[in-house]
């Protein structure tokens, strides 16, 4: 079987350089959210709020990511530009664009500005059970473990000679069964894994109810101005006669 | 104290089981290319999950967890709202599909659950197309050629789960799985 080639370890592409970086997450997904929500408006109001918001990605140093964004899905924007416009009308494609684009690019300053474990954080002060922003957290910090256990078992059953015809979309139907030797090994570690991790989370005191976070976030008056705006500006958008 | 719905060694075996599914879509690349190819491990570790946590919401859950992991890691073409909704409807889809059809362990209904939850990662890119305000026709005809990958890789990935809980039940693991517990 022939296998793509791969990144050799997992990351998550934190841009440090950007001066949100240093803003509060809950000010960040509430910005995004926002955000998300101006897709809904019509072309003239569009257009301002991707005008404002680009000026706002260069301020924040993120426009090379949202250009990087836009560029994986430049195919689907060409292709549904190209038929809108000609078979409905150039406004519509126009719209249907910009706002694919919006929609594509809101939370990439959310992403691109917060680790996970200060999103677990954040989405812990807004309310989620602390259980489950753990798992945000053991999740993020055990994928480069199971790359590796994929690695490994995918050698490993390689060198028993497991998938010794190359592997394409003629022979997956008669091959899936042999899919089975890696599920299987994977599985059982990842479980045996998960009992490990259970029993030292249960040593620490995982659901005593005195428990507080390392780390705690500040809300700062930035955050609150940034919140202000943002609300301010989609209000402004959506209601603007 | 409160009993928790998901015990603490569930939980954490539904997070391996999320990390796991981000794990294989990076490392397990196949020579495939076509849409929804990586649905073959994705599917298949998702109906294990819902057997080894046997609880409803278990698919769910794992579908939003892997959903945020594939979010920071950038995975998915259409952005990160795209990926968050998108992995976790196939979770949601599983519970549903689980709901009505019964023991995944068959592997009639392993494959059924697979093609359901596979097929609504479908839906969620046809609404996102629609949303944007595109005529649902064009959405239709421009992802035409992906349904029938997305409901074949579905129908793999659901029957490599059935196989890989049959293989497992053989092994022992449920028994193992049991003394842990």
Known sequence: MKWKNRKPFISTD????????????????????CASVVVMLPLQRLVIFLGIYIIFMIWARLFSRFLKQLDKI????????????????????????????????????????????????????????????????????????????????????????????????????????????LTVPAIVLATRQAWVITESATARGFDSPMRKPYRQLSFTTRDWVLGIISAGLVLTLIFWR | MKKKYFSTFQLIVLTLFSALIVAAKIALRLPIQLPGHSGLFWMAIMIVATRVVPKKGAASFVGIVSGIMATFMGLGDFGSLNT??????????????????????????????????????????????????????????????SIISYLVFGALGGLLGGLTLLALKKAGFFAYLAEKK
């Open chain 1, 74 to 181: 430049k195919w689907v924007l060409i292709f549904l530009f190209l038929v809108d416009w000609l078979v409905v009308s150039l406004q519509l494609a126009v719209e249907v664009t910009l706002r694919l684009t919006v929609v594509t690019s809101v939370f990439t300053v959310l992403i691109a500005t917060t680790t996970p474990g200060e999103l677990a954080l954040a989405l812990e002060r807004l309310g989620l059970p602390y259980r489950f922003a753990f798992s945000i957290r053991l999740a993020f910090q055990s994928l480069s473990m199971l790359e590796q256990e994929w690695q490994a078992i995918l050698e490993a059953q390689k060198s028993r000679g497991v998938f010794s015809d190359i592997m394409n979309i003629r022979t997956i139907f008669t091959k899936v069964g042999d899919l089975v030797s």
């Open chain 2, 84 to 145: 968050l909704i998108s992995y976790s409807a196939i979770g949601i889809g599983v519970d549903l599909a689980l709901l009505l059809l019964g023991n995944p362990e068959n592997l009639v209904v392993a494959t059924l659950v697979g093609i359901i939850g596979h097929f609504a990662k479908f839906l969620v890119k046809w609404a996102f197309g629609a949303i944007s305000g595109a005529p649902l026709g064009f959405v239709a005809l421009g992802l035409a050629r």
């Open chain 1, 14 to 33: 934190l841009e440090e350089a950007s001066p949100l970086r240093n803003f509060d997450p809950r000010a960040k997904l509430f910005l995004s959210l």
